[in-house]
């Protein structure tokens, strides 16, 4: 007989009943907040006892890291989708996805009133859409093609000011604004700033779509990890999204 509460034994109906839990969570910190959204809320929403979640996440603090770390994945899998071929077109897919994702405005954003004590574990739960280490190697190979220029160097710091700027300028100026405006001025901005001016060759052209594209496959995959790591239970080793 299974005891009230157990998990279950298939690893597929523990993760579906993982990912339930973190849309109930979304949709109660989305209304009330981080800091008044309790596991007891959390459970009721999603249908489960309250020592279900602990199954899952020993904390609520794990389980809201989990949710940002699925929201991170989600928005790399969107952009991935739009199959950006240049470093314009990515960060202009970026800013779309994040537009549709308010838990991650918030984080980036610092938002204490929406995330609490989650504006001061950025790091933790990956606040930026991009990654060091990779997006230098994958700017380089793009410099190396003749796509973008040598100089001035920061890339990364150059693209994420364009980025945050035009996804965080105050309301009165962005109302009017739609999505995939803010997208376009966001992919023309850091080309106009970035890009050589010089057209490439075909060859050239089709090699820095396929830098871009094995960017983002590398970026999900470590976005992947993580969340998988977070997610509890024997789930932990499948993909997670």
């Known amino acids: 007989m299974v005891k009230v509460g157990r998990p279950p034994q298939d690893p597929a109906r523990q993760l579906e009943r993982a990912h339930r839990i973190l849309d109930a969570a979304a949709d109660l910190v989305l209304r009330w907040g981080y800091g008044k959204t309790t596991i007891d809320d959390v459970a009721k929403r999603a249908g489960v006892a309250k020592g279900t979640i602990y199954l899952h996440w020993k904390t609520r603090d794990e389980l809201f890291a989990a949710l940002l770390r699925r929201e991170r994945v989600l928005m790399l899998a ?3 989708q739009g199959a950006p071929a240049t470093l314009g077109e990515l960060y202009g897919g970026y800013a779309r996805a994040l537009l549709r994702r308010p838990l991650l405005q918030a984080l980036m954003r610092g ?3 929406l995330l609490g004590k989650f504006t001061r574990q950025r790091q933790q739960a990956g606040q930026s859409p991009t990654m060091g280490p990779p997006l230098e190697a994958y700017v380089a190979e793009l410099v190396k093609l003749g796509a973008v220029r040598a100089e001035p160097a920061d890339h990364a710091m150059v693209a994420n000011a364009v980025l945050y700027g035009f996804l965080f300028v ?3 100026l962005s109302r009017e604004a739609s999505a995939s405006r803010i997208a376009f001025l966001v992919a023309d901005t850091i080309d106009r700033a970035m890009s050589t001016g010089r057209p490439l060759s075909g060859d050239d052209a089709d090699a820095v779509a396929r830098a871009t594209l094995d960017f983002l496959a590398a970026a999900q995959e470590i976005a992947e990890q993580r969340l998988a790591a ?5 789930q932990k080793a499948q993909r997670s999204v």
Request: aromatic share 0%.
């Open 78 to 80: 969107e952009v991935r």
């Open 111 to 113: 938002d204490s009133e």
């Open 170 to 172: 105050p309301d009165g």
């Open 230 to 234: 977070s997610m509890g239970g024997p």
